[in-house]
Structures are given as structure tokens and as C-alpha cells.
């Protein structure tokens, strides 16, 4: 978990160590004194040894790495091999979805899953016996397995859809949206996962996983072995998965439903301008081929009723919105900008979320006025009104406090972090004349 998690305390040191005094990060033991003519001749002198030795170990050197070549190579097969291998078939209807899990070496004693997939799981079963579901839970205990067992599940998703829970499955006209762990089970180990995945002729799918070559007719992923209670969505359908490209990454754009194509180049259009303005944090965006998931859901009384990051095998965002309205009023909402601001930081702990809605609060309304979509003004005034939101919604509590007490604090907790970003960002600025901004500071984290 570590490699995914980011707390407080590392991002001030990383704007703390942006003013260390760059001698003190030079080798101590560096000779200081030598001149410039010295310098010179060592550096030639160096240079003729290396040539030399060069030429009279060619033929050992050549033969040791051409050694270590044929090596590769024969290797490689059983490199291809080291990962755990699901294949995963939708039946045409979309009714059901069948998942073949092949572990390399020992399976795991668990698989993970949605709380929920029980009650709309067939079965479950090895090459000799159905399994026992044994549990309500979201855990499946496998009995003890040969090396290299397989396990076979299905998942009815026509009756998942028919729970009427949108957060589990949800039908978008001839598409299918899910829960990524209602049907795609995994272990508790991050284990590397090949997953290979059949489906109905004309139909495509939005993931969060990376795409990997494949033979025709199949689609090949890589998960990212994220922890197994990191969420995703997974998208089945006829719709098309649209590439938008902002600051040099891909962006991956799946509109599932029955959306017309002026509405879906609107949503596009949208999205990359959102996408271009956080680009201009780092000079590139900030996440490596995203998901992109734009949920219609028809006249509504918000743009954006409710839209979230997800960090499940990749990193995604999905957007439940009013397809409906004019492309202005997407411009002017806010939503967009906000939760792709999420991918400037990696995951951050939950006890530490003032610091991630902090920062993608705070650049919701300075990215906005950065690309002209509000002025100068009206960025002031919304950052100021947010502070008085936050403000009387303060009690007693700390913000760390705050931040652990769930959704009562909400106004808190954003605006809050917010203000601290913006003192944040003012300090560095004034004291590096205008050198260092929270822009280089979270630019930071990532090298």
C-alpha cells in the first residue's frame, strides 16, 4: 500500500526541501580545488585508458553480452508466462459474464469482491467440484488448490442490473456500466494479472486497466496491481472509446447510452478543455492514459450531480452528467476541472483528504482563471465565498478531526484545505520572487 499512499507530512516536506541550499546536495567528498587545466587533462587521460581497454577486451565483452542476449530471449517465454491469467466472456445479451481466473503457481487462499456479488453469482467452481460460496461478505475462501488451478465463476449481470443500484450495475440504453469487483474477483496479494476478454461482436469496453496487444478479436489488459478494495467501473457496450489528447497523454473517453454525436463531441469538447487547463500545472497531464467514464443521466437540476476519482487498477474518473445542457454551461461548472485536479497527487490517505480536496478545490477556480473561462474576479469572489462556507461550518474539531467525521464536514474539510493551498502557494511565491508556486511544489512529488 505504501507505493500508492501520500500523507501530509510528505508534501510539506517536499515544498520545505524546494529552498535547501543546493551545495549541501553536492558530494561531500567532491575535490573543490582542482582547476579547470587539471580537469581537463584528467578527463583526456581517462579517456585514452577507456578507449584502450576498450579495444583490447572487444571480443570478451562482445561475446559476455551476447551471452546475456540469448539468455533474454530464452527467458522470455517464461516471463510472459509469471502473471496470473483471467479470461472473461459476456455472453451476447450481456446477460451474464463468465471469468476463468488461472493462477500461476500457488492460488491465493482469498479472492475479493463486491459485498453484493454473492446473491447474483451462478456459481463458482474448480476442474473438480462446484465451490461453496460460504459468505455474505465481500471474501471468498478457496480450499487448498494444486499449483496452476484454475477457478471459474459466473455472474449473472441481468439480475445485478435488475437491483436497481447504480453504484453496482446500471443499464445505459443497449450498454452496461458495473462495479468493477461485482464480477471481476481478485486476491488480497497484488498479484500481476493478464486478463484477456471476449466479447459480443460490435460491442466494446471502457476499463481503467492498460491495453495490451492482442490477437484479433480479443482484448487484452494489464491491471495495475492496486490494493483489492480500490474501486473501479467497467463499461460494456456499443458505444466507441475516444481518445482526446492533452498535454502529451492520451485520455481514454467512454460515453456509454444513447447519446447523439453533437451531444458527444460537446461532451468531448468539454472534457478536453478541463484536461488542457491541468496540463498547465505541470506543463503535461499529470496521470498516464486515464479512463474517462461520462454518464448520461438526463435533465437534471445540476450539470454534474456527482462525479468522483477512482484509482482501482488505474487511475479514472467518472462523470454522472446532464447531457442535455449547452456546452457554456459545462464550461462554467466546475466539476471537470476538479476532479481531474485529483490526479496532480497520488492517492492520499483518508485521514489526510483535506490535502487532496484542498488542492483540487483550490485549483478548480485559479486553473479556470488561468484558461479565461472565469476572470480574475470571479475566481476571488469563489474562492471567497467557499471560505465562508468552510468557515461556518467550523466547530471545535480539528481539521484532522474534521476530516475522520465523514460527511459532515465536507464544507469544512474542502475549504479548509483549500485556504491552506492558496497560503501555500502565496508563501512560495513571495519568498523564491515568483521561482517556486504549489505548481513546482506537487510537481515535486512526482520526480
Not at 436497481?164 to 494479472?193: C, N, T
Request: glycine content about 8%; charged content about 20%.
Amino acid at each position: 500500500m505504501a507505493k500508492y499512499l501520500i500523507n501530509a507530512n510528505i508534501f510539506f516536506w517536499q515544498v520545505a526541501i524546494l529552498f535547501q541550499d543546493p551545495i549541501s546536495l553536492n558530494d561531500p567528498g567532491r575535490n573543490t580545488t582542482q582547476g579547470p587545466g587539471d580537469a581537463r587533462k584528467v578527463e583526456q587521460d581517462n579517456a585514452k585508458r577507456f578507449a584502450v581497454q576498450i579495444s583490447e577486451d572487444h571480443g570478451r565483452i562482445y561475446e559476455h553480452v551476447m551471452h546475456k542476449f540469448a539468455f533474454f530471449i530464452l527467458a522470455l517465454p517464461l516471463l510472459a508466462c509469471s502473471d496470473d491469467r483471467y479470461t472473461v466472456h459476456f455472453d451476447d445479451s450481456l446477460e451474464t459474464v463468465t471469468v476463468e481466473a488461472c493462477f500461476e503457481g500457488p492460488a491465493p487462499a482469498t479472492l475479493y469482491r463486491n459485498s453484493q456479488s454473492e446473491k447474483f453469482t451462478a456459481w463458482v467452481r474448480t476442474a473438480e467440484k462446484i465451490l461453496d460460496q460460504n459468505s455474505n461478505s465481500g471474501r471468498l475462501e478457496l480450499p487448498q488448490l494444486p499449483d496452476n488451478a484454475c477457478v471459474t465463476w459466473q455472474v449473472q449481470l441481468g439480475k445485478a442490473l435488475a437491483a436497481d443500484d447504480y453504484r453496482l450495475a446500471l443499464q445505459l440504453g443497449p450498454d452496461v456500466l458495473s462495479s468493477g469487483d461485482l464480477w471481476f474477483w481478485r486476491d488480497g496479494e497484488k498479484r500481476s494479472v493478464t486478463v484477456e476478454m471476449q466479447l459480443p461482436d460490435g460491442m466494446s469496453v471502457s476499463t481503467p486497466w492498460k491495453q495490451l496487444p492482442g490477437p484479433p478479436g480479443t482484448w487484452m489488459f494489464r491491471p495495475d496491481p492496486t490494493p483489492w478494495n480500490w474501486t473501479s467501473r467497467i463499461a460494456i457496450g456499443t458505444f466507441e472509446v475516444w481518445p482526446i489528447f492533452a498535454g502529451g497523454t492520451e485520455l481514454r473517453i467512454a460515453i456509454p447510452g444513447n447519446v447523439g454525436k453533437q451531444r458527444q463531441m460537446k461532451l468531448r469538447a468539454w472534457m478536453q478543455d478541463s484536461a488542457e487547463a491541468v496540463s498547465g500545472v505541470f506543463g503535461y497531464f499529470p496521470r498516464s492514459s486515464p479512463q474517462i467514464l461520462i454518464v448520461p443521466i438526463g435533465s437534471q437540476n445540476d450539470v454534474v450531480p456527482w462525479a468522483h476519482v477512482i484509482r482501482g487498477g488505474g487511475v479514472a474518473a467518472e462523470f454522472f452528467v446532464d447531457e442535455t445542457r449547452p456546452l457554456e454551461q459545462l464550461s462554467e461548472d466546475w466539476t471537470a476541472t476538479h476532479e481531474l485536479s485529483h490526479m496532480l497527487l497520488p492517492y492520499v490517505a483518508r485521514r489526510d483528504r483535506w490535502l487532496s480536496e484542498g488542492v483540487a478545490t483550490y485549483y478548480q477556480n485559479i486553473l479556470r482563471a488561468r484558461d479565461g473561462r472565469l476572470s480574475e474576479q470571479q475566481a476571488w469572489q469563489r474562492l471567497y465565498a467557499g471560505f465562508e462556507r468552510g468557515r461556518a461550518e467550523t466547530r471545535k474539531e480539528t481539521l484532522a478531526e474534521a476530516a475522520r467525521s465523514g460527511h459532515r464536514s465536507i464544507m469544512r474539510i474542502y475549504w479548509s484545505g483549500a485556504a491552506i493551498m492558496l497560503q501555500a502557494d502565496t508563501e512560495l511565491r513571495l519568498i523564491s520572487n515568483g521561482r517556486q508556486s504549489l505548481d513546482t511544489a506537487l510537481a515535486g512529488l512526482r520526480e
